[in-house]
C-alpha cells in the first residue's frame, strides 16, 4: 500500500490531484498541515493519509467546470474550502478521536457537498469561483460531529452519501 501512497506523489509533475494533495499536506497554511501524512503510515495526530486526500479531492473537483482550473486555483479553492471548514470547527477539527470530522467519510461527505458549493459560487460561464462566500455557506452547517453522535455508525461512500445530502440541504445549495 505504501508504493501506492508514494507513487501518487512522485506523478506530482503529471497530475494535478497528487500534487495538490502533496501541497495540502506540506504547506504550513493547509488545514491538513498538522494532521496529515504524506508516506501513510498514521500516528497520534497524523491520522490523514496522502491516499485520503487524493481520493477527496477527486470528490471535490469532481465536475468539469471544477476539474478544468489551473492547478494552483485548486489548491487555493481546496485550501480555502476546507480551511472555512475548519475555522468553523476548530475543536472537532483537531480532535480526532472524540470527533469524526476529519474521519474519511466525513472528509468525503464534506467533498461531496462541497463540489456543489463551489459551483453554487461559480457563476454560469465564468472560470473563477468567488471564495469570499465559502466562509458564509460553511457556517450553515449546524452538524454534532461526536464520535458518540448520530455520526457513530457511518460508513464508507454510503455513508458519506447519505451526510452530504444533509449538508447541502443545510447550507440551502441549490441543483447544479
Not at 495540502?24 to 497554511?29: A, P
Not at 498514521?42 to 470528490?59: A, D, M
Not at 471564495?131 to 455557506?137: C, G, V
Request: charged share 25%.
Amino acid at each position: 500500500m505504501k508504493t501506492l501512497f508514494l507513487s501518487k506523489f512522485l506523478r506530482r509533475d503529471s497530475d494535478d490531484i497528487s500534487w495538490i494533495a502533496t501541497e495540502l499536506m506540506v504547506r504550513k497554511e493547509s488545514p491538513f498541515h498538522e494532521i496529515g501524512t504524506i508516506i501513510g503510515n498514521r500516528s497520534k495526530g497524523r491520522h490523514v493519509t496522502l491516499q485520503n486526500i487524493y481520493r477527496t479531492l477527486h470528490i471535490l473537483t469532481a465536475n468539469y467546470r471544477i476539474s478544468s482550473l489551473p492547478k494552483q486555483d485548486k489548491l487555493n479553492i481546496s485550501i480555502t474550502y476546507y480551511d472555512a471548514i475548519r475555522q468553523n470547527f476548530l475543536t472537532e477539527w483537531s480532535d480526532y478521536k472524540e470527533y469524526r470530522l476529519t474521519h474519511i467519510v466525513c472528509l468525503d461527505a464534506l467533498s461531496l457537498a462541497g463540489n456543489k458549493v463551489l459551483l453554487q459560487c461559480m457563476p454560469e460561464g465564468k472560470k473563477r469561483i468567488d471564495l469570499s462566500t465559502l466562509p458564509k455557506i460553511i457556517r450553515k452547517m449546524t452538524v454534532d460531529w461526536s464520535a458518540q453522535g448520530s455520526l457513530k455508525y457511518l460508513k464508507g461512500m454510503s455513508g458519506s452519501k447519505t451526510l452530504a445530502s444533509d449538508l447541502i440541504e443545510q447550507m440551502k445549495i441549490r441543483n447544479t
